[in-house]
């Protein structure tokens, strides 16, 4: 029996270790502990690259290499456990694939990327007015805006009395 302790149990939403474990089974993939952390890695580390799987995963596994984490990565996304995620100005962005059809906001200023949960729940939550006769399954929804943290930054910068050069350290 697997006995290893993860945080994932503790973590509100996000899938036990005993899940992933089943749910690799159903998609017909071997269980691997290279597969498992990386898929703790995203149940962590919501929204991160796979490089940042990689890093993460390390933890556990330290020996892992990074393209051994982009096949892991690629191969979780098509069988569905891994939802890709498409941002303007960034690479790929991962997470757990729970099927709740949430979006995601993105401060178009650092990047910073939340859950914005579905207001119907189900995919596709929006019909368009014109489907050119496909059959709509997802609408994959992106909202822009400005964070609380940027717009804090914006409101201290817009100072007269500030002299310093604007530093992009965060970015
Ligand atoms: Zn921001
Ligand atoms: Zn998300």
Redesign the pocket.
């Known amino acids: 029996m697997v006995s290893v302790h993860t945080p994932l149990n503790s973590v509100p939403g996000h899938a036990p270790e005993a899940v992933w474990t089943e749910a690799l089974r159903r998609s017909g993939r071997r269980v691997t502990k290279q597969r498992l952390a990386v898929m703790a890695a995203a149940s962590t580390h919501?929204?991160a690259t796979a490089e940042e799987l990689h890093r993460a995963s390390r933890g556990a596994i330290p020996d892992l290499a990074l393209a051994t984490t982009h096949m892991i990565v690629n191969d979780l996304t098509s069988s569905g456990l891994l939802?890709r995620?498409e941002v303007p100005h960034s690479a790929s962005r991962y997470?757990p694939d729970l099927g709740d059809n949430?979006h995601?906001a993105q401060c178009v200023r650092c990047g910073r990327?939340e859950?914005v949960a579905c207001a119907v729940g189900h995919a596709p939550c929006l019909t368009p007015t014109d489907t050119h006769g496909m059959n709509i399954l997802v609408a994959e929804v992106l909202y822009r805006g400005i964070c609380a943290a940027c717009a804090a930054e914006d409101r201290t910068s817009d100072a007269p009395t500030t002299p310093e050069v604007e530093e992009h350290s965060h970015g």
């Open positions: 919501p929204h939802r995620l997470e949430h995601h990327l859950d």
